[in-house]
């Protein structure tokens, strides 16, 4: 059933990202010049065009992505810490395989931020959790994000004997129950939660219906830069933003609706 939720949702993805309606734009605007019908195709294209622009121009994302990254304060106060726990997501598990190298993605401040606290707090156990949220990756056949993480604390000389790695996970729930059976956190622990900030009011939802008691959210990793200050020609940047923050805000509601 899990394997087929995450199929699911990855098709659904694909349906929300601004770029697929383009293209569907484009294909409906083909197919109505092959049948003559000049009128629909062009409204079609100029529609295709006036999107096109204002995603190139606008950063649409920043309006939606903002209120998400608001959700937690920054650098929350930390006294007491028993556990870190890292999110996946941070890592390029295939690049990382065909290099051999550690290669790390735009939420890299994920890990460095959760290495930051490892040392700060030398006490705390650290847990790594991620699989492959790809959906070509349903055989496992690519390096799993904990052990990219991993690899990534150990080129640093970190002692691997504080490590947990988590590996199976392929979603952000799957984490925290994945995590929690890991962990077997007991009452009064404190764990620290390491993911992205648009990501984080997602993640504690999950952790807490997955039996995690004492979490502290520490959002890393802020990709709204300020609607004025982001208007330029940018359609690559202001596309991926618009599509997390949508995937972003559809997986909060899924989640919520399915108990997740």
Known sequence: MDT??????????LFLRAETWEALLLAGAL????RGRIHAARGMLSLALAG????????LGDLLIAPL??????????????????????????????????????????????LALAHRFPDARILLSGG???????????MPGA???????????FPQTRLLLESRSRNTSENAR???????????????????????RRAMASFERAGWEEVVPYPVDYRADGFLDGIGWDLAGHLETLDRALKEWVGIAAYAASGR
């Open 178 to 200: 994945f995590s929690h059976d890991l962990a077997q956190p007991k009452p009064g622990e404190t764990w620290v939660l390491v993911s992205s900030a648009f990501h984080m």
């Open 69 to 114: 990254e608001r959700t937690y304060p920054t650098n929350p106060r930390l006294s007491h810490v028993d556990g870190i726990i890292i999110l996946g997501g941070a890592e390029d598990g295939a690049g990382t395989a065909r290099h051999h190298q550690v290669q790390l993605n735009a939420a890299a401040e994920r890990v460095t931020a959760g």
């Open 132 to 142: 492959s949220g790809a959906l070509r990756d349903l055989a496992r056949e690519s």
């Open 31 to 34: 197919l109505a010049l092959v």
């Open 147 to 157: 052990d990219v993480m991993a690899a990534a604390f150990r080129e640093t000389g």
């Open 52 to 59: 096109l622009l204002a995603l190139g121009i606008f950063p």
């Open 4 to 13: 087929l939720v995450f199929i699911a949702s990855k098709l659904v993805a």
